[in-house]
């Protein structure tokens, strides 16, 4: 069985600053991991993924993880946050080339950046 | 160029009245899933179809069904809505060699009055 952990339901950060949203996993086989952004009423759209390649992942936006088997962590960073990246990012986890297993989501976080 | 598409994108139903939601797609993607999302929370599965395989998830109320009837399209019928299935449903698909990366509709919001 898989899941996530996103620690910090609520991040607050200024405008420029270091984005940083955290997101620990378990996972009984190697897991692939995402991060997908939601804009209000809006669906989800993929960030960034891990699918066991290189463990430092760079996605849309500016945004990029990196996968620390050590420390089952995939945490999300930007190194200057901007207005428009004020939205709620949910990590994900799925059983990888295990198969078909549906994505399983952390709790969400919710960014906000201050001008 | 839109890639799974949901319809309607605003749904107001009564309570108990039965109610649609249908998601397309042009993917080809051989894996459909449907997520209830209320506010503030994660996405929650409700079922998913590899093929025409339906797999239902254990907690998934009976109220809710699903229809498969090609691989391009899947309905979300929910057949007496309480004003606790107030939600955003989100359509979701994969390819099964991708292990679970999934492209997800734009979501339909259900108010239930």
């Known amino acids: 069985a898989q899941s996530v952990t996103q620690l910090g339901s609520h991040v607050s950060v200024s405008e420029g600053a270091l984005v940083l949203l955290r997101c620990n996993y378990s996972?009984?086989?190697?897991?692939?991991l995402f991060w997908y952004v939601q804009y209000p009423n809006q669906g989800l759209q993929l960030l960034l993924k891990y699918t066991s390649a290189a463990t430092l992942v760079k996605g849309i936006n500016g945004f990029e993880a990196e996968f620390k088997k050590s420390e089952t962590s995939f945490h999300l960073t930007k190194p200057s946050a901007h207005m428009s990246d004020a939205a709620e990012y949910f990590c994900a986890v799925s059983g990888g080339s295990a198969g078909n297993t549906p994505l399983v989501f952390g709790k969400g976080t919710r960014l906000s950046v201050i001008a | 160029d839109a890639m799974v598409i949901q319809n309607p994108r605003y749904q107001v139903t009564q309570f108990g009245k039965p109610v649609t939601l249908s998601c397309s797609q042009t993917?080809?993607?051989?894996?459909m899933y449907w997520y209830q999302q209320k506010s503030s929370q994660a996405p929650k599965l409700l079922f998913h179809y590899y093929d025409k395989d339906f797999n239902n998830e254990a907690d998934t109320p009976d109220n809710f069904q699903s229809r498969r009837p090609n691989t391009s399209f899947c309905f979300l019928d929910i057949r007496s809505p309480g004003l606790g299935d107030a939600a955003m449903y989100l359509c979701?698909?994969?390819?099964?060699?991708?292990?679970?990366?999934?492209?997800f509709g734009q979501g339909t919001r259900l108010t239930v009055v």
């Open positions: 993917l080809n993607h051989n894996v």
């Open positions: 996972s009984s086989v190697p897991p692939y």
């Open positions: 979701a698909t994969s390819r099964v060699s991708t292990g679970g990366w999934a492209f």
